[in-house]
């Protein structure tokens, strides 16, 4: 008798080994396909941004078009993108079970959950799609947020990004001004004239010489690539509008309830 009861539970025991219960989680196939969709989403405002700043870098260091100088951030973007964005939205935000413990101990998944549409945050397509603002905001911060690093000076794409305008401008570099040997005007002197008159500029480039100079040309490299371009993608996609340009949502939507 107990022989006949162990082979009647033995196949029970394999199909639980062997073929594990299907789960109701964004996992696996889930959370690369759709961290990978949001990445090729946001291929188009990302080349918007590129494009600006492209443009901006050959305005003020005079550039030629084909210098592409801004390349050397999309490069290193393409290294960072998918490690940085799906570490944001899924370990960090979107984990763990739905289950909800009642009165009497029991753990049960509320209304809505795993799927279609789960009020509790956890790991599930679900969750993901009721608290699709919070997702829409993870991805958006994300890529400010991976700017933000590319573009500090002691990055290597800020250094890559310098060096490619360095050897692309057509600007030459300044002579250093002799040592001045007359005494400089006092500062109540000084603020009656124009700037222009009693000397200094804050200007990493003097008009009249067609030339830069290195006081403050990382000055206005970094104000282009750090202080513009990161602040560029809340214009980029509409900031003001709940980031209706990198939103997607129906699109989104649609896309992650079709993993179970």
């Known amino acids: 008798m107990r022989l006949f009861s162990s082979l009647v539970f ?69 290294k960072i993108a998918y490690a940085y964005l799906e570490n944001a939205i899924f370990p ?23 799927n279609p549409d789960c009020p509790v945050v956890c790991g599930t397509p679900g969750s993901m799609v009721h608290h699709y603002d919070a997702l829409r905001n993870i991805t958006f911060n994300s890529h400010e947020g991976m700017f933000a690093l590319l573009t500090k000076q002691d990055s290597g794409s800020f250094q890559d990004v310098k060096t490619c305008v360095l050897d692309a401008t057509t600007l030459k570099k300044c002579p250093k001004e002799p040592a001045r040997t007359t005494r400089s005007f006092s500062r109540s002197f000084a603020a009656h004239f124009p700037r222009s008159l009693v000397g200094g500029s804050s200007s990493g480039f003097a008009a009249r010489e067609n030339c830069y100079d290195d006081t403050n040309f990382e000055k206005n490299l970094y104000d282009v690539l750090q202080a513009g371009m990161v602040q560029m993608w809340a214009d980029v996609c509409d900031a003001k509008k709940d980031y209706a340009k990198c939103s997607w949502e129906k699109e989104m939507k649609a896309f992650i309830l079709q993993f179970p």
């Open 10 to 78: 033995l196949p029970t025991f394999i199909a639980v080994a062997f073929f594990p219960l299907s789960t109701s989680a964004c996992e696996g196939d889930c959370i690369t396909n759709t961290t990978n969709e949001f990445i090729r989403l946001y291929a188009t405002p990302l080349k918007t941004l590129l494009d600006h700043t492209d443009t901006d870098l050959a305005s003020r260091f005079n550039l030629p078009s084909s210098s592409k100088c801004v390349s050397y951030l999309q490069d290193a973007y393409a």
């Open 92 to 114: 960090s935000y979107f984990h763990g079970k739905c289950q909800q413990r009642t009165a009497n101990g029991t753990l049960v998944n509320p209304p809505g959950c795993p």
